[in-house]
C-alpha cells in the first residue's frame, strides 16, 4: 500500500505535506485552546508534522494514519527527534474508512478529503471517531478568484472549476452540513511558496542521484514546466487553509 511514487519522489524532503508554513500550524494549534493530553486522530498525517509539534507544545497524544511508507516512518522519526514517541503513533494504513477505537477531541483531515469521496464524506467519517463537543479539522482548496475559464482550472491541477468553491461559499458549506465553523487558518502565497518551490530541489537532486530510474522522464518534465505552472495558475488562483468545526 503506497501513494503514488511521484509524490513520495517529490515530497520526500517536506516536513509538511500541504501549502501551509510551520508557524501557520503553531498558530493554528494556539488557536485550538488544545488542553494537555487530548486525543487527536489524523486521517493522512504524512509526515507526522502537526500531531508531533503539538504533542511537543501542547501535551496532546494521539494517532497518525498514512498510506506512504516513507512519509509514516519520517512521522515516527520526528516523534522520536521531538522527544514525544511516547505521546503519538503513526500507523501505515489506508486512512479511508478508519474508525478510532477511542473517541478524540479532535479529529483531523488536513488535505486529503478524497479519503471520504469530498468534504462532506470525509466530515463524516471524522465525525465517527469523534466525542461529544469535540473538533473536526478540514483542510481544503478553494479559489482565490474564480478562475474566468476551464483552462486555468486545469493550470491549478483542478479537473475545473467546479471542483472547488470560492471561500465563503466554502464557508457555508459547512453550516449546510450542520457544522459551526469555529476557527479557521489560511494558507498564503508563502506557504504556497514553500510547499511548491520546495520541490523543485528535491527533483533536481533526485535526477542528479538517479539518472536510470524508470521516472527519469516524468521528473524531468515537470522540473521543467512546474515553476511556470505554479506561478501562472496555481499562486495567483488557489487558496486553502484549515478550518475547525464543531456540531450544531
Known sequence: MDIPRIFN??????RIHNPITPEKLATLGAALRL???????DLGSGSG?????????HGVTGTGIDMSPLFT????RRAVE??????????HGDAAGYVSDEKVGVAACVGATWIGGGVGGTINLLARSLRTGGII??????????????????????NSIADFLVLPELLASFGRLGYDVVEMVLADQDGWDRYEAAKWLTMRRWLETNPDDELVEQVRAQLTSEPERYAAYTREY???????????
Open 9 to 14: 519522489i517529490t515530497e520526500s524532503a517536506h
Open 35 to 41: 488542553e494537555p493530553g487530548v486525543r487527536v486522530l
Open 49 to 57: 508534522e502537526m500531531l508531533c509539534t503539538w504533542a511537543r507544545d
Open 73 to 76: 516512518e519520517q512521522a515516527k
Open 82 to 91: 521531538l522527544g514525544v514517541a511516547d505521546q503519538v503513533g503513526f500507523i
Open 137 to 158: 479539522l478540514i483542510g481544503e482548496p478553494y479559489w482565490r478568484q474564480l478562475p474566468p475559464t476551464e483552462d486555468i482550472a486545469k493550470g491549478c491541477l483542478a
Open 238 to 248: 488557489l487558496g486553502w487553509g484549515v478550518f475547525a468545526l464543531m456540531l450544531r
